[in-house]
């Protein structure tokens, strides 16, 4: 039975055949139309989840269903809605990029006719299609990469899986690659990602889940996650470097020259900060959000 989920996971877990369990008990629903980041430091479970939900992984215990469908009792529905980009580049070294993309419609049951609107869409809205009759091997890293994503898109999936996007793709690319995932999530693809660059989950996606050694130790949307941390970080920045850091010795401030980082709790004021500041003798030249939220919000989920 189709619902509004892009996907549903319940009670997941995954033992290894040498004892490692991956997966503790795992329960994760993303909606249709979500821009969601699963994170997690390495080893923590991130790419056997993706694996279980493209197939790639048995599961031990547990139920998927992609859009609705279950992935043990309808297998076929439920991968036509999703596409898959690994780490790793899997395609056929020595086929044209075209082939590669194309040859993929294949396993959906599309023929090449069908499928080629759809090829000349992506490797135009990626920047290959120049490249189209040159052997894949002879592409750069960063186009190998988008050669993933439009080959995972061939088939216009509802839910698109990216592992590690970015990695290794130069900050120029990276921008670039940003972009054309939002317009395609605009468009209504639901996106799910991995990624060691928090920044890059803080800009782009609306809800995440944090894995920690096999477990999910927060999920829901980023701004909400965010706000509810009981402390707030700014920073403020001072007409000269600034030297009394005993004045402020409740709050544990970070000093960089006339750059002073304090974290604000219910107990010290951002209000208290700033009078000891000023009584120091300080100009204060502006006060902001320290950058950077998400990740002190991933070290103290994931530090335990
Ligand atoms: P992440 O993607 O978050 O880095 P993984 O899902 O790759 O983490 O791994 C989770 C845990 O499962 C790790 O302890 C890893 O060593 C282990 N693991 C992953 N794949 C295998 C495998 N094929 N055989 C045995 N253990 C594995």
Redesign the pocket.
């Known amino acids: 039975m189709a619902t509004q989920s892009a996907f549903c996971i319940k009670n997941l877990t ?1 033992t ?3 004892w ?4 503790r008990w795992i329960s994760l629903t993303v909606e249709q139309g979500d821009f969601f980041a699963l994170l ?12 279980v939900l493209c197939g790639l ?1 048995q599961k031990t215990t547990g139920s998927v269903e992609i859009c609705g469908y279950d992935i043990d009792t309808h297998p076929s529905e439920a991968r036509k809605y999703v596409g898959i980009v690994p780490q790793e580049f899997n395609f056929g070294i020595f086929e044209s990029v075209y082939d590669v993309v194309i040859n993929q419609a294949g396993y959906y049951g599309i023929s090449r006719k069908e499928a080629a609107p759809n090829v000349e869409k992506y490797l135009k809205s990626l920047g290959l299609w120049e490249k189209r009759n040159m052997q894949s091997k002879t592409l750069s890293g960063g186009m190998k990469r988008r050669l993933m994503i439009a080959r995972a898109l061939v088939h216009s999936p509802k839910l698109l899986i990216l ?1 590690e996007p970015t990695a290794g793709v130069d900050i120029e690319l990276r921008r670039g690659m940003w972009d054309f995932l939002r317009d395609l999530n605009r468009e209504g693809t639901t996106i799910i990602l ?1 990624t060691h660059y928090l920044e890059e989950a803080e800009l782009l996606c609306t809800d995440m889940a944090i ?1 920690n050694k ?1 477990m999910i130790v927060k999920q829901g949307p980023i701004k909400s996650l965010l706000a509810s941390m009981e402390d707030e970080s700014v920073t403020i920045d001072l007409d000269r470097p600034f030297e009394h850091i005993a004045e402020l010795s409740p709050y544990t401030p970070l000093i960089q020259n006339e750059t002073v980082d304090i974290t604000i709790s219910r107990e010290h004021t951002l209000d208290a900060a700033l009078k000891s500041i000023h009584k120091a003798g300080y100009v204060i030249k502006n006060i902001r959000p320290k950058s950077g939220r998400l990740e002190e919000f991933f070290i103290r989920n994931t530090q335990v």
């Not at 997690?40 to 694996?51: D, F």
Request: charged residues 10%; without cysteine; proline residues 4%.
């Open positions: 995954k290894y055949t040498n490692v369990i991956a997966l997690g430091p390495n080893g923590a479970g991130k790419s056997t989840t993706i694996g992984v592992d991995t894995i096999g």
